[in-house]
Structure formats: C-alpha cells, structure tokens
C-alpha cells in the first residue's frame, strides 16, 4: 500500500490549505485513515482520524473547528482541509493508514505512510 500526501504550501495566518491523501495499491480494500504532523524539533503528533465505519471522524483537540478531514473511498483519496491556520500549524504533515478498522491515535498501530507535505504558516 503507498500512500501519497500533497497540497503543502505556505500561507499566512488565517490562510487555507486543502492537503490531499492518495492511496494506491490497496486492492480495493479500506483503511481507517489518519493524518499526523511534525514540526520542526518536536514529536510527530496525531492531527485526525477517519474509518470506513460509522464512527468519527475525529481531530486533535487543537485543531478542532478548524481542521476537517474526509475520505472519498471510490477516490481511494483522503483530505484534511485546514482553516484560519496558526504559525503553531506549520510542521510537515503526514497521512497514514492502519489495517485496523476503527481510528487510533498511536503512531506505531498505523501500518502504512505517505512521505510528508510542509505547511508553512507566517505570523
């Protein structure tokens, strides 16, 4: 399974960005579909989570009411649209998928991962 993230950029703050998530070589079937971000010396962190079931999506506290992620399974694709973004947003973001069926937050239970996107946001 490859994953693919696009859509970084740089904005200023209150800015938009729409990152996307492609997923190839899945043979059809679904993943529960996670994005993280890293910033530059710090942890890798969890952003959301979307399954293939009836539950969530879900987001990082942080981020809450600014960031939506969706899926598109007949896409195989991703997004995680991000509104009235901060400085403390900029990082390089990350999507993930985990073989398992519901969303989790842990780094080491998501099996596959794209190569990351940079968000610069400016002050």
């Known amino acids: 399974v490859q994953l693919q993230a696009s859509g970084g950029g740089s904005v200023q703050a209150g800015g938009s960005l729409r990152l996307s998530c492609e997923v190839a070589?899945?043979?059809?079937?679904?993943?529960?579909l996670g994005w993280f971000r890293q910033a530059a010396g710090k942890a890798r962190e969890w952003i959301s989570c979307?399954?293939?079931?009836?539950?969530?999506?879900f987001h990082r506290n942080s981020v809450k009411g600014r960031f939506t992620i969706s899926r598109d399974d007949s896409k195989n694709s991703a997004h995680l649209q991000m509104n009235s973004l901060e400085p403390d947003d900029t990082a390089v973001y990350y999507c993930?998928?985990?073989?398992?069926?519901?969303?989790?937050?842990?780094?080491?239970?998501?099996?596959?991962w794209g190569k990351g996107t940079l968000v610069t946001v400016s002050s």
């Open positions: 070589g899945n043979s059809g079937r679904t993943y529960a």
């Open positions: 993930a998928a985990t073989t398992l069926v519901y969303c989790v937050v842990e780094e080491h239970k998501y099996d596959f």
């Open positions: 979307t399954s293939n079931g009836d539950v969530g999506p």
